[in-house]
């Protein structure tokens, strides 16, 4: 019997135990635990939620960029084409004149570029024929500026509606060229242009007009865009319209916070770029030294990162086989610095350098 009730005394014991519950400092310390654990976590969240912001805002930057730079790595390489049949005409000033737009001037050239005062971005105009094929014509009888037609030796390829750009022999201040819609083709080798919204207004062609043997440069639907750098950090494109003789724009890629552009030109001769500036020609042996456009975008993340992440502007490394008009050195190499300074909060951004050399080759190859 009392070996009995000597069993049953733990049991009793433990049930006045549970009764009694924990204690107040059992209760603190579990607490302490828990938020020791709820803040170990939260922290290595944090962490990885932030590298992974990093990552992603760092590689959004690279796309941008990569695609921005490749739409105008694109149009340079078309531009020029069906307008450098006769190089002698490169840089000519085109007199154009819309019945609605007014009148404009052109540079005859590939591409033409706008350097931004003040570390700007630059901004960059390219040229060329629409046409698959881009066949001349030539002048065959002396055009006065009073005549309503152009007559030519040959109209292969020319249709009505199509942008022609007459150049004479040798452009200068007081002989430049015109440009010029066809509006009707009513005879063989009769370009007949006086009754189209680009031909009224203001005197399209020189006052002595354009002599027999002057080149007609079939543009077809001129294709003619500018792109650069809007306020709001986005790369625009802003396309001539044929019919109404403004620009249609659009806006192409995002957070592109600057652009730079440099002409590649051949000083010596040899048919080899040998320096790089922003400094566009202004005579037709200056625009045949150009071979090839450099083009830098930088483009930003889009993420707003807390703490500042960009200390400077980012640096373009332009290397050392050819001078670089305003570079200075970088290491073992030589840079131009790409302002982004100026930019509200820009130190709390990523950035991101892309670059390409693109040969201007309808111009190497004269078509």
């Known amino acids: 019997m009392i070996a009995t009730l000597n069993n049953r005394r733990p049991a009793r014991q433990l049930r006045a135990a549970c009764v009694r519950g924990v204690t107040l400092i059992e209760l603190m310390i579990g607490m302490l635990l828990g938020i020791v654990v709820v803040l170990v976590v939260a922290q290595v969240l944090s962490f990885s939620e932030g590298y992974k912001r990093a990552t992603t805002s760092g590689a959004d930057a690279q796309v941008n960029g990569a695609l921005a730079l490749y739409t105008l790595q694109r149009e340079i390489q078309m531009s020029g084409y069906g307008l450098n049949n006769q190089l002698s005409s490169l840089g000519c000033p085109v007199q154009a004149n819309h019945a609605t737009a007014g009148a404009a001037t052109w540079t005859l050239a590939p591409v033409v570029i706008t350097a931004g005062a003040d570390d700007a971005p630059d901004s960059l105009t390219v040229m060329y024929s629409s046409r698959p094929y881009s066949v001349p014509s030539v002048v065959s009888v002396d055009h006065p500026t009073t005549l309503d037609r152009f007559t030519v030796r040959s109209a292969v390829g020319i249709t009505t509606g199509d942008m022609i750009i007459v150049t004479p022999g040798t452009y200068s201040a007081t002989n430049w060229c015109g440009a010029y819609v066809v509006s009707q083709m009513p005879g063989s080798g009769q370009l007949v242009h006086g009754q ?36 709001a950090y986005d790369l625009q494109q802003q396309t001539l319209n044929l019919t109404s003789g403004g620009a249609d724009a659009q806006v192409l890629f995002a957070q592109i916070v600057n652009m730079r552009a440099l002409y590649g030109k051949d000083t010596n001769g040899d048919g080899v770029v040998d320096t790089y500036d922003r400094t566009t020609p202004t005579t037709n042996a200056g625009w045949q030294q150009v071979l090839s456009v450099r083009v830098a975008l930088v483009s930003r993340s889009n993420a707003y990162q807390k703490d500042e992440v960009t200390q400077a502007s980012p640096q373009w490394d332009v290397g050392t086989s050819t001078t670089v008009t305003g570079s200075a050195t970088c290491g073992s190499s030589q840079c131009l610095t790409v302002k982004v300074d100026g930019l509200q909060d820009w130190k709390h951004y990523r950035y991101s350098v892309s670059e390409v050399t693109v040969p201007l080759r309808n111009v190497i190859w004269g078509i």
Do not use: C, H, K
């Open 196 to 231: 189209s919204p680009w031909n009224t207004g203001a005197t399209v062609s020189p006052t002595a007009g354009y002599a027999a043997g002057s080149l007609i440069v079939n543009a077809g639907q001129l294709v003619r865009r500018t792109f650069s750098v809007t306020a």
